[in-house]
């Protein structure tokens, strides 16, 4: 007898709930993961995949347990693998999508029917979403009062730590990880990505550290300037649950007790993790959220979607830099700081009034830590269309963000060199600048850099009359 122990977005030894029930079984464990046919994984997040899978396959490895990759449709070959290995049991950490609850659902039942025992857990949540309710028992619409009462839920459990040994199964065929080529080739387009992170649950540990050690500090005020570095950039580690939110919680706990001048960036950073939370309590209660407006009224907005202007948003050639910049970082590093992340959905809802979807979907094709919950739900926050959602009137001006958040110009003469020579009074609206400074700075608007694809002023009264529109209906 054995027991199966199907790895997910659960990429750790560490605090890994199901993991730690296989071990306590005292049978060989077969530890596996399901490359599934259907889901749609976006290429930044492909890239990560393969070396957090990497990365997690040489530690089972040194540890006794090979990981086994299959690829296919969970629902066919677990069952599969669960007649070849004679095993007792599968066990695995719950996700949260619609779709995976429905997988899940079903194959659970599937696996009971055939005398097979099939038990999850917890391992990806500081609390599940059907634990944080309201004094009437429903589920939180409002995100301080979520956080309240998941923060009075504090000290959560203290994280497991990593098995030391493991009895595996042997002679188990494996996919060959290098053959589902999860990394781009021709043409090679990660080596920003490259740079900028390390897949793995020892890669995350050391961020994590990191990050308590050195920023924490003074996190409250530096993590809305996008040309420092202030926060935590653990969200894809997260995502992809090389670390857990119960290890993240207590490391930053910890820090807090002992470093009193770390407490209020620590409760700033800890809020952030609840934010996580809540996308995750949303998406359960309100599945539906995923493709569809909270709001039902937005699902009356008129868009006006426009190919051409989607494109040049996309690739960073909107005129305005500090849209540019950020759309920038995000394809050459696939990752985006949260403000500038903010600045430029607004952009693309509010100024070129294009749908909210098509702007989750490129963030989910591009971003590391792509996350459905906490993608979805900050692309409606901002659209106006979600729960406890910003006002849709509340219109960012690109050029006022810019100069509040990047005030020199930083962050944008790294990732728009095309303006690294210009004049800081004009490097967030270089379509003001004088013509003579333009040459000697090497830019011709409309050459070297575009002019703005839309005007702020006139799209934002086009923005406020649309939402007009559904108001009145």
Request: with cysteine; hydrophobic share 45%; glycine share 8%.
């Amino acid at each position: 007898m054995s027991v199966i122990v199907w790895f997910r977005q659960d990429l750790r030894l560490a605090d890994n709930l199901a993991l730690a029930a296989a071990v306590e079984t005292g049978e060989p464990i077969l530890p596996v993961y399901i490359l599934d046919k259907e889901a749609m994984l976006g290429g930044a997040s492909r890239w990560w995949l393969h070396g957090s899978l990497e990365a997690l396959g040489g530690e089972l490895e040194k540890r006794g347990a090979p990981l086994v990759l299959r690829r296919g449709l969970a629902a066919d070959i677990l069952p599969s693998l669960v007649a070849e290995t004679k095993a007792s049991a599968v066990f695995w950490n719950r996700c949260y999508e619609p779709t995976a609850i429905a997988r899940d659902t079903t194959l659970k039942a599937s696996l009971a029917a055939s005398g097979i025992a099939a038990k999850s857990f917890n391992a990806g949540l500081l609390a599940e979403p059907c634990e944080v309710q309201t004094g009437g028992g429903g589920p939180y619409k409002v995100f301080t009062p979520f956080w309240r009462s998941l923060a009075a839920r504090a000290p959560f459990a203290a994280p497991l730590r990593a098995p030391k040994n493991l009895r595996g199964l042997a002679g188990i065929a494996s996919d060959d990880l290098s053959r589902w080529n999860l990394r781009p080739a021709k043409p090679d387009w990660a080596g920003g990505l490259r740079t900028a992170w390390r897949p793995g649950e020892k890669h995350a540990a050391a961020r994590l550290s990191y990050f308590l050690d050195e920023l924490v500090v003074g996190y409250a005020t530096m993590r809305d300037l996008p040309a420092v570095e202030g926060t935590s950039r653990l969200s894809p580690h997260l995502h992809f649950g090389e670390i857990s939110p119960r290890q993240v919680w207590a490391a930053a706990d910890a820090v807090s007790r002992t470093t009193p001048e770390a407490s209020s960036g620590v409760m700033s950073f800890l809020r952030e993790v609840g934010w996580r939370e809540f996308t995750h309590h949303l998406i359960y209660h309100w599945p539906e959220m995923v493709d569809h407006a909270w709001k039902p009224e937005f699902e009356d907005f008129p868009w006006a979607h426009d190919d051409a202007l989607l494109s040049a948003w996309q690739r960073g050639r909107t005129g305005y830099p500090i849209v540019d910049a950020g759309m920038r970082e995000l394809w050459s590093t696939g990752y985006m700081h949260n403000r500038v992340r903010m600045i430029s959905a607004s952009f693309l809802v509010k100024d070129l009034l294009i749908q909210w979807r098509h702007g989750a979907e490129w963030f989910e094709d591009t971003l590391v830590d792509a996350d459905i919950a906490n993608n979805r739900a900050g692309w409606q926050w901002v659209a106006g269309s979600g729960v406890d959602a910003a006002p849709y009137f509340r219109i960012f001006n690109p050029v006022t963000q810019g100069e509040k958040f990047d005030a020199d110009g930083q962050y944008i003469r790294r990732y728009v060199p095309e303006l690294v020579r210009l004049d800081n009074r004009y490097i967030h609206r270089p379509w003001e600048a004088p013509s003579a400074m333009l040459a000697v700075a090497g830019i011709e608007l409309g050459a070297t850099y575009p002019k703005p694809i839309v005007e702020h002023a006139r799209a934002r009264a086009r923005a406020l009359a649309a939402l007009a529109s559904i108001k009145k209906g």
